[in-house]
């Protein structure tokens, strides 16, 4: 067990400090580049703070590495969120899931450390259900996420990056915190390996137009084939003339249906065509110049926003005034007022 735990512990260290000189080399610096980089610190502290006996670092440092690595799972979830989730900013939400599961973490440690006493045994259980919580909240945002994304080679690393560490989450909560705790420092060092293997051969292989880290993604224009042109007729018929975009709910796939084409084809015409990496931007362009015009007219002054919203496709309030001001610049209500 010994020489298995040494093998995939030293070796995953220096996966993850290649990993991180990688991103600081390629990667420009956005809230995805720090918050990869806390990740990759917190797993380093996990891996060098929780070993057996034999590998054991001083006391000071080991107790210093253990309170850095209750942030593991909270960063692994910022860095997938800020990858996947259209419009990522931090919120309270963030800080007060993180607060909330980092802090029940933390005391597990100090009673670790004998620096308080026991915990109630209902404390581990409550630790275990909001890990997989969160992992589950990781991998539904990426998953709901993905029929909207237009970037067939981000689409493809949502399922790649998202699985593999919810894999590894979720082995070493079922293993190293319920099963095996007897050797619960070398199955989470086996279990988190495949994630850093993983993100290692991704961050290798990655393609800044699949990934901008916060900037614009911009796809280099090519010259509009008779192909392209037909389809862009097709679209305008159906988006402008018929007034596609008031259709709730429309996805990338029911309107290739409607035009008759691949939903791969349509998703590429309008990332590479068009200039948009997803397709709600691309709707909500229509529905929001058409919302424009019904603010502007005086015999609309007396329908609420609410109701215009609703009337053109978007399906509740916070999303339209996100979008609207996105694309105008200003809030809906002070549109109205100008």
């Not at 797993?43 to 057996?52: E, M």
Request: charged share 15%; aromatic share 12%; hydrophobic share 50%.
């Amino acid at each position: 067990m010994l020489l298995l735990d040494a093998f995939f512990r030293f070796s995953g260290t220096g996966l993850l400090l290649f990993t991180m000189v990688l991103a600081v080399r390629d990667l420009p610096r956005s809230t995805s580049f720090y918050l990869l980089i806390l990740t990759n610190f917190c797993l380093l502290s996990h891996y060098l703070g929780f070993t057996p006996v034999e590998f054991e670092l001083p006391s000071t440092v080991r107790s210093f590495l253990r309170v850095v690595d209750v942030f593991l799972l909270f960063f692994v979830w910022l860095f997938s969120l800020s990858l996947f989730k259209q419009d990522f900013r931090l919120n309270i939400f963030h800080l007060f899931s993180g607060l909330l599961i980092c802090g029940f973490m933390l005391a597990e440690r100090l009673v670790n450390f004998s620096w308080i006493n026991g915990l109630p045994a209902w404390w581990a259980v409550v630790v275990n259900v909001m890990a997989f919580l969160m992992v589950s909240h990781m991998v539904l945002v990426t998953l709901i996420g993905r029929s909207d994304d237009l970037l067939e080679k981000r689409r493809s690393s949502r399922l790649y990056l998202v699985f593999i560490i919810a894999i590894s989450a979720i082995l070493t909560i079922l293993l190293g915190s319920v099963l095996l705790q007897q050797h619960q420092a070398t199955v989470n060092v086996i279990s988190l390996w495949p994630a850093i293997v993983g993100i290692s051969f991704w961050l290798i292989r990655i393609e800044k137009s699949a990934f901008a880290f916060d900037s614009p993604v911009q796809q280099e224009k090519s010259p509009m084939s008779t192909r392209d042109t037909l389809l862009l007729e097709k679209l305008n018929t159906m988006l402008v003339v018929k007034h596609g975009y008031l259709q709730n709910n429309l996805s990338v796939d029911e309107l290739a249906k409607q035009l008759g084409v691949s939903s791969t084809r349509l998703r590429t015409f309008i990332n590479q065509q068009l200039g948009f990496d997803n397709f709600s931007s691309y709707i909500n362009s229509f529905r929001i110049d058409a919302i424009k015009v019904a603010l502007r007219a005086i015999e609309n002054e007396h329908i609420p926003i609410l109701t215009l919203a609703l009337n053109h496709g978007f399906n509740s309030l916070p999303p339209f005034n996100r979008a609207f001001k996105k694309l105008v610049g200003v809030t809906p209500s002070k549109y109205r007022k100008n």
